[in-house]
C-alpha cells in the first residue's frame, strides 16, 4: 500500500511538474483586453494610424459578435480600436496579441504596425472564423511612456461578425527561449521553386508580404502544398560582434533548407527537386530549428539576407511557430541544457518507481 501511495504520489507530482516547466510554458497576462472597445462598420485605412481621432465611435464589448452587440443583419467591413498602457518596467523583448476567434478576416496593427493577418479580404475572399489569432509583438513596437493603440480591420461575409470569443489580451511566458536579435513580423513569399531565390541580390520587391511565424494557409494560400520560398533582409547590432551566433527557426512545416548570405546553414529533412521523392514521415514539422552560424558569415551594421526554402506535403505549410531570430550560442546551449536537467529529473522519478 505505501509503495502504491508513493509511485502514485510520483506521479502527481510528475504531472505538475511537467505542467510547470515543459516549453513552451504556460502565458502570463500583461495587459487584460476584454471589455469595451471603440468600433465603427466600414473601411478606412487611416483607421489603423494611433493619432486617429476615434472619440465618437461607438463602444462593443470584446469578445462577441458584434449581431449581438446591435449590428444585427451587418456584413461587410468593421474597425475596431482600443487603447491602453504598456508595463513600463517589462524586461523582455517578445509578448503575444491574442484576439481569440474572429468572423471572419482580420488585419491587425499595433500603433500603426501590421502585427497580423489571418484570412484573405475580397476580391479573393477566404474566410478563417475558426483560426484562433496568436500574433508575435515585439516590445519595440509599444510605447512604454503613453498611449498605445490596436486596431483591428475586420471583413466578415455572413452570420455573427467580429472579435468573436477567446482570451483577449497580451501575454508573455516566462523564461521563454528569447532570440537577442528578433526576426519574426513581415517576410516576403512566393510559392515555386528557383534556387536562384537564395542570393542576396534577387529582386523580392514584387513578393507577397506574410507573417512569420504563422501558416501560409491562413493568410491567403489556402490548400497549397509545395515549395515556396521565404526571405528577408536585415541588420545586426554590434552588439552581437564576436559572438557565436545560432539561427533559430522555430518550426516549419514540413521541410526546409535555410541560406545565410546565399550560404546554407542549416536543413530538416531532405528535398528533392522533384517533389514526388520528398519524405515527411519522421514528423519534421515538429522539430524545432537551430542553425549553428559559421563565423564571418554575418554582416554588421550592413544589409543581411535569410532566404528559406521550404517544401509543404499536405495540410498546412510554412513558419508557422517561434521563436525566429539570432541568438548567442551561449544562451542557446545554456537554454537547451537547462531543459535537459528537467526531463533528467521526470525520468528519474519513473525509475525510482
Same mark, same amino acid.
Given at each position: 500500500?505505501?509503495?502504491?501511495?508513493?509511485?502514485?504520489?510520483?506521479?502527481?507530482?510528475?504531472?505538475?511538474?511537467?505542467?510547470?516547466?515543459?516549453?513552451?510554458?504556460?502565458?502570463?497576462?500583461?495587459?487584460?483586453?476584454?471589455?469595451?472597445?471603440?468600433?465603427?462598420?466600414?473601411?478606412?485605412?487611416? *483607421?489603423? #494610424?494611433?493619432?486617429?481621432?476615434?472619440?465618437?465611435?461607438?463602444?462593443?464589448?470584446?469578445?462577441?459578435? *458584434?449581431?449581438?452587440?446591435?449590428?444585427?443583419?451587418?456584413?461587410?467591413?468593421?474597425?475596431?480600436?482600443?487603447?491602453?498602457?504598456?508595463?513600463?518596467?517589462?524586461?523582455?523583448? @517578445?509578448? %503575444?496579441?491574442?484576439?481569440?476567434?474572429?468572423?471572419? @478576416?482580420?488585419?491587425?496593427?499595433?500603433?500603426?504596425?501590421?502585427?497580423?493577418?489571418?484570412?484573405?479580404?475580397?476580391?479573393?475572399?477566404?474566410?478563417?472564423?475558426?483560426?484562433?489569432?496568436?500574433?508575435?509583438? &515585439?516590445?519595440? %513596437?509599444?510605447?512604454?511612456?503613453?498611449?498605445?493603440?490596436?486596431?483591428?480591420?475586420?471583413?466578415? #461575409?455572413?452570420?455573427?461578425?467580429?472579435?468573436?470569443?477567446?482570451?483577449?489580451?497580451?501575454?508573455?511566458?516566462?523564461?521563454?527561449?528569447?532570440?537577442?536579435?528578433?526576426?519574426?513580423?513581415?517576410?516576403?513569399?512566393?510559392?515555386?521553386?528557383?534556387?536562384?531565390?537564395?542570393?542576396?541580390?534577387?529582386?523580392?520587391?514584387?513578393?507577397?508580404?506574410?507573417?512569420?511565424?504563422?501558416?501560409?494557409?491562413?493568410?491567403?494560400?489556402?490548400?497549397?502544398?509545395?515549395?515556396? *520560398?521565404?526571405?528577408?533582409?536585415?541588420?545586426?547590432?554590434?552588439?552581437?560582434?564576436?559572438?557565436?551566433?545560432?539561427?533559430?527557426?522555430?518550426?516549419?512545416?514540413?521541410?526546409?533548407?535555410?541560406? @545565410?548570405?546565399?550560404?546554407?546553414?542549416?536543413?530538416?529533412?531532405?528535398?528533392?527537386?522533384?517533389?514526388?521523392?520528398?519524405?515527411?514521415?519522421?514528423?519534421?514539422?515538429?522539430?524545432?530549428?537551430?542553425? %549553428?552560424?559559421?563565423?564571418?558569415?554575418?554582416?554588421?551594421?550592413?544589409?543581411?539576407?535569410?532566404?528559406?526554402? @521550404?517544401?509543404?506535403?499536405?495540410?498546412?505549410?510554412?513558419?508557422?511557430?517561434?521563436?525566429?531570430?539570432?541568438?548567442?550560442?551561449?544562451?542557446?546551449?545554456?537554454?537547451?541544457?537547462?531543459?535537459?536537467?528537467?526531463?533528467?529529473?521526470? &525520468?528519474?522519478?519513473?525509475?525510482?518507481?
Amino acid at each position: 500500500m505505501v509503495g502504491n501511495t508513493v509511485k502514485y504520489f510520483s506521479i502527481i507530482l510528475f504531472t505538475v511538474l511537467l505542467t510547470q516547466t515543459a516549453w513552451p510554458q504556460k502565458k502570463k497576462r500583461l495587459v487584460n483586453l476584454k471589455g469595451y472597445w471603440k468600433f465603427s462598420i466600414g473601411d478606412n485605412m487611416n *483607421w489603423a #494610424s494611433p493619432s486617429y481621432n476615434d472619440d465618437n465611435w461607438e463602444e462593443i464589448k470584446v469578445p462577441d459578435y *458584434w449581431e449581438n452587440e446591435g449590428f444585427y443583419g451587418y456584413n461587410g467591413y468593421a474597425w475596431y480600436r482600443i487603447h491602453f498602457s504598456f508595463p513600463d518596467d517589462y524586461k523582455n523583448s @517578445v509578448v %503575444y496579441l491574442e484576439l481569440g476567434a474572429i468572423d471572419d @478576416v482580420d488585419q491587425t496593427y499595433l500603433n500603426g504596425k501590421l502585427i497580423g493577418t489571418t484570412g484573405s479580404f475580397p476580391p479573393k475572399y477566404q474566410s478563417a472564423y475558426s483560426i484562433y489569432r496568436n500574433y508575435t509583438v &515585439e516590445t519595440s %513596437y509599444f510605447n512604454k511612456n503613453g498611449d498605445n493603440v490596436i486596431a483591428v480591420r475586420v471583413f466578415d #461575409s455572413e452570420l455573427g461578425g467580429g472579435i468573436a470569443k477567446g482570451t483577449i489580451g497580451l501575454y508573455y511566458i516566462p523564461n521563454e527561449l528569447l532570440a537577442e536579435l528578433n526576426l519574426e513580423g513581415q517576410w516576403k513569399f512566393k510559392t515555386g521553386d528557383n534556387k536562384e531565390w537564395k542570393d542576396i541580390n534577387v529582386n523580392d520587391n514584387d513578393w507577397t508580404t506574410l507573417i512569420v511565424p504563422g501558416y501560409w494557409e491562413n493568410q491567403g494560400f489556402k490548400k497549397y502544398d509545395g515549395y515556396a *520560398w521565404y526571405r528577408k533582409t536585415f541588420k545586426v547590432r554590434n552588439n552581437l560582434k564576436g559572438k557565436k551566433l545560432v539561427l533559430m527557426m522555430g518550426k516549419i512545416d514540413d521541410l526546409d533548407e535555410v541560406y @545565410v548570405n546565399g550560404q546554407l546553414v542549416g536543413s530538416t529533412g531532405t528535398m528533392h527537386d522533384n517533389p514526388k521523392y520528398n519524405s515527411i514521415d519522421n514528423k519534421e514539422y515538429d522539430q524545432f530549428r537551430g542553425y %549553428y552560424l559559421p563565423a564571418g558569415l554575418i554582416k554588421f551594421d550592413e544589409d543581411n539576407v535569410i532566404a528559406v526554402r @521550404v517544401y509543404d506535403g499536405w495540410r498546412y505549410g510554412g513558419i508557422y511557430q517561434g521563436p525566429i531570430g539570432l541568438i548567442s550560442q551561449e544562451h542557446y546551449i545554456k537554454f537547451w541544457r537547462h531543459q535537459s536537467s528537467k526531463e533528467n529529473i521526470f &525520468e528519474s522519478i519513473f525509475k525510482s518507481n
